[in-house]
């Protein structure tokens, strides 16, 4: 059975990168990025981390990041209940009257999962294309 938990540490988060073929990052530079976000969330199959998300936001705007299903686990339905559990979370934080925005850049090829969760893709109405600046040192 899939569990989804609000918390998720170092080595969790360095592990499951390497399990999708992402680069490991520095420990203390993800100890800071665990610290500042809003909403944190693991997905357990018998006591195995096998997926993750984090939220970077402030009532206002919030950013998707770091969404990943460790590969032999994908295609069973947790991404999109990490998401969902996100999306679920933000609604209750949300005010009646108020609104506030979901944000995320999806990899190449992983929009269609994402409009699954029910995000649309930019340019729409009046949002032009999203933009990304990388620094690199
Ligand atoms: C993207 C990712 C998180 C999806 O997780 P997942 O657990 O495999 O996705 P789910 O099983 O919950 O899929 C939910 C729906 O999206 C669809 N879907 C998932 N990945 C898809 C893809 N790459 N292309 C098209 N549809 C996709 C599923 O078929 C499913 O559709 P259904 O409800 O009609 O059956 C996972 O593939 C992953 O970790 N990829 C590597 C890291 C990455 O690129 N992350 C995204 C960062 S922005």
Request: charged share 30%; proline share 1%; net charge neutral.
């Amino acid at each position: 059975m899939i569990e989804i938990k609000n918390e998720l540490n170092i080595d969790e988060y360095n592990y499951l990168r390497e399990s999708v073929g992402w680069n490991k990052k520095d420990i203390d530079i993800v100890d800071t990025a665990i610290k500042n976000s809003v909403i944190i969330k693991k997905a357990m199959i018998d006591g195995k981390v096998v997926g993750m998300a984090r939220v970077i936001g402030d009532g206002l705007y919030y950013f998707i990041c770091d969404v990943v299903v460790d590969t032999k686990y994908q295609k069973m339905g947790i991404g999109k209940k990490i998401i969902d559990d996100i999306i679920f979370d933000i609604e209750s934080q949300t005010m009646k009257g108020q609104s506030c925005s979901i944000n995320l850049m999806a990899t190449a090829e992983k929009e269609a999962f994402y409009e699954k969760c029910g995000f649309i893709k930019v340019p729409f109405d009046y949002h032009g294309y999203g933009m990304i600046k990388k620094i690199e040192k």
